[in-house]
């Protein structure tokens, strides 16, 4: 079994279905993002930690240069954030200002300047109250 499918069933195994059924990292980050939106929607926080613990593990498999997995958690996770309504606003509690700073340019992709800004100054400020 590929490691992004086992510690995907490690970290998130109510959706086994999900990831038992996805080809690729890419499929089942589509699939895994709408739930994200899902527990984020209905105050899951629990479950909103382990997508990003998830993702971050992710990310963090690309020591020397890019993986499946990392691409895939940066293009249908990180990428969408600031899509996700409210998000801004409760964001530090999830993610740690450092890795947020090293994930700027993938909350970049899908904002116009403004946007982005908004985004950035959002989870800067918030995340300066903890």
Known sequence: MSAWRRIALETL??????IQKA??????????????EDAFRTHNDDLVR??????DWCIDTAETQPTDASTAAWCAFYEDLPRVTGLAEQLHRF?????FLRL??????????????HFCNTYLANAKSV
């Open 13 to 18: 195994p109510e959706f086994r279905g999900t």
């Open 23 to 36: 080809e690729s990292p890419m499929a089942l980050w589509v699939e895994l993002h709408l739930r994200f």
């Open 50 to 55: 382990r997508f990003f613990r998830y993702a």
């Open 95 to 99: 993610l740690p200002r450092q890795r």
């Open 104 to 117: 700027q340019d993938a909350f970049r992709y899908h904002t116009t300047d403004p946007e982005f800004t």
